[in-house]
């Protein structure tokens, strides 16, 4: 559990004297800071007074940073705290390694203040999620005429805990993903007005589509800094590893999944959605090169809202686009990279489109008064 009444502890095991007083002063304001020089004495430390949260180097003498993590995941009773690597590599096999055996994230070193302290509060916050569920799920057993309301609730907060991984990596997109979740709501109560549609979008479907939509982008927590931040245009390299993200996403939704006790249906709509809005409706997009109805509905819904936000927004390696302009490239899309009927959709609600994005964040443009 998380220290009650006090400021979380975070461990830091770290066998460079500098290393350890650059994160102290980083962190002393907020947190209860302990260190330990090496994997064997972090493995003393964990067990006498367990830490909120670890923040591990991978190289140290007597024992190394993974096999440290592979010991205390086994440990069933410290298995739920969080482990943040520190490297000062960027191996992507040693990354994989490391989630191998449990780590909750990677951070680079040199360390930067504000990427320190974002990660810690997000893994503190899934953390305190993820117990205050098991919790609930207790209780729950008591309280069944609570249960279905209570449930969702708890699950709702925990996408939104998870999503904000993302988040914390990628900047320029703070209200993304409330953006997101309100564009493909309005698209399926449009899509469910359709006689195809009503049968499958029914209101049960819509709401986990619509609750589950902002870990469509999870998976950018396993995508390196300089891509993910570049400024610039990919190179063919920087791409293929950027288009992981919808793996690295289903990876972790199945992992969520299996902490719940099983497959969800919330959660499997949100699996469908991270690992396939990338998808084209006629077979070129990505990973899995999927065309039409093949393409799950949740990610052609997600595919279309996406596009028009990255399009209408400002981000750090593009300017905004009018609300017009992005309305025509959608239109001049269908039946290429979206799905028509999804299209058809957006092209009736587009006016609801714009009033959105001009409620939600600072980024919009072609507001009211503005040339659009």
């Not at 302990?34 to 994997?39: F, W």
């Not at 006498?48 to 991978?58: A, G, T, Y």
Request: aromatic share 6%.
């Amino acid at each position: 559990m998380l220290s009650g009444g006090q400021k979380p502890v975070v461990l830091v095991v770290e066998d460079k004297r500098d290393n350890i007083l650059l994160i102290n002063e980083i962190l002393k304001k907020e947190y209860q800071v302990r260190y330990a020089t090496n994997g064997e004495k972090a493995l003393e430390t964990v067990k006498r007074v367990p830490p909120d949260i670890i923040l591990m180097d991978v190289m140290m003498p007597v024992m190394d940073g993974y096999e440290a993590c592979r010991r205390i995941k086994e440990d069933i009773a410290l298995r739920d705290i969080p482990i943040l690597f520190l490297t000062a590599g960027s191996d992507k096999a040693d990354e994989q390694k490391g989630f191998a055996l449990g780590a909750a994230d990677f951070i680079a070193k040199p360390i930067h203040p504000l990427i320190l302290t974002a990660r810690i509060r997000t893994h503190l916050a899934l953390r305190q999620s993820r117990e205050l569920l098991m919790d609930q799920n207790k209780y729950l057993e008591k309280e069944a005429a609570k249960r279905t309301r209570d449930t969702f609730a708890l699950q709702e907060a925990s996408i939104m805990a998870m999503a904000a991984l993302a988040e914390t990596r990628d900047h320029e997109t703070g209200e993304h993903l409330q953006r997101t979740k309100i564009y493909i709501r309005e698209l399926a109560d449009y899509m469910r007005q359709m006689k195809k549609y009503e049968t499958v979008l029914t209101p049960k479907k819509i709401e986990f589509i619509t609750v589950s939509a902002p870990l469509h982008d999870i998976g950018k927590v396993g995508i390196p800094d300089h891509i993910l931040l570049k400024p610039g245009v990919l190179s063919a390299e920087e791409f293929e590893i950027m288009k992981k993200h919808t793996t690295i996403g289903r990876d972790a939704i199945t992992c969520a999944e299996r902490w719940m006790g099983g497959a969800n249906t919330f959660l499997n709509c949100a699996k469908e959605t991270a690992y396939s809005h990338h998808e084209k409706w006629d077979g070129t997009g990505y990973p899995q090169g999927l065309s039409g109805n093949k393409i799950p509905l949740s990610a052609r819904l997600m595919a279309v809202s996406d596009v028009y936000d990255a399009l209408t927004t400002r981000r750090i390696y593009k300017e905004a686009i009018p609300h017009k302009d992005a309305v025509s490239i959608i239109r001049a899309d269908s039946g290429k990279h979206f799905d028509p009927d999804v299209v058809e959709a957006f092209l009736a609600l587009q006016e609801r489109f714009r009033e959105i994005h001009a409620a939600v964040g600072d980024h919009a443009v072609g507001l009211p008064g503005q040339e659009s």
